[in-house]
């Protein structure tokens, strides 16, 4: 008993302090890459759209950033789920908007609820989705105003292009690789195309 408890504070503490060991060039990227993909989302916010209606730059944005940027071997960063997520939550929000459009108390807990089941249905679990699905129902004017646009615009255009930032600042040096677990973007594959051309 007692050696597994040793083992289990040893592990624990290599875990913490792995996870929490990150170089001053991880601070740097991450700190770039979060301040273009949500510079564009703002830039373009405040030219298409007024100051008084916030409708591009949502919240949830803001927490999918920390996790595309500054924390991108996780799974939960990975672009099925950055953008499955934002999108299969911000369809159960607008819909349960629309179904209890005057009770707040019942389409906020029913949308961040179902937006959970429907991430983990779709195996695109992604934190900031229950965001997105909880801003579609909690929203009193122009984010509801939108209906289903709300799905594409902000938040597919958003996702996108936050993952299209984290493409280039999260693979500009060697010691950082985004996205993880793909066959199609791993570095050794796109090496290999390079050298078959």
Do not use: C
């Not at 916010?45 to 409708?55: G, K, P």
């Not at 999918?64 to 789920?81: E, K, T």
């Not at 965001?131 to 958003?158: N, R």
């Amino acid at each position: 008993m007692k050696k597994n408890i040793k083992r289990t504070a040893r592990i624990t503490r290599y875990v913490i302090y792995k996870e929490t060991l990150v170089d001053s060039k991880e601070h740097f990227w991450s700190f770039v890459g979060a301040f273009v993909g949500i510079g564009v989302i703002a830039y373009i916010q405040s030219f298409w759209f007024t100051q008084l209606e916030n409708v591009f730059l949502i919240g949830s944005f803001g927490a999918s950033s920390v996790l595309i940027y500054g924390a991108i071997d996780s799974p939960l960063a990975q672009p099925r789920n950055l953008i499955g997520g934002h999108v299969v939550s911000a369809i159960i929000g607008v819909t349960v908007a629309k179904l209890f459009p005057d009770m707040i108390y019942i389409a906020a807990p029913l949308a961040v609820s179902l937006s959970i089941v429907g991430m983990q249905m779709t195996k695109t679990i992604h934190p900031p989705g229950g965001a997105t699905a909880l801003i579609a129902v909690a929203d009193t004017g122009a984010v509801k105003s939108l209906g289903y646009y709300y799905v594409f615009s902000p938040v597919l255009t958003g996702a996108l292009i936050l993952f299209l930032v984290a493409l280039v600042f999260n693979n500009m040096t060697s010691n950082r690789s985004y996205p993880k677990h793909s066959k199609f973007f791993s570095k050794r594959k796109t090496k290999s195309l390079f050298k078959k051309t």
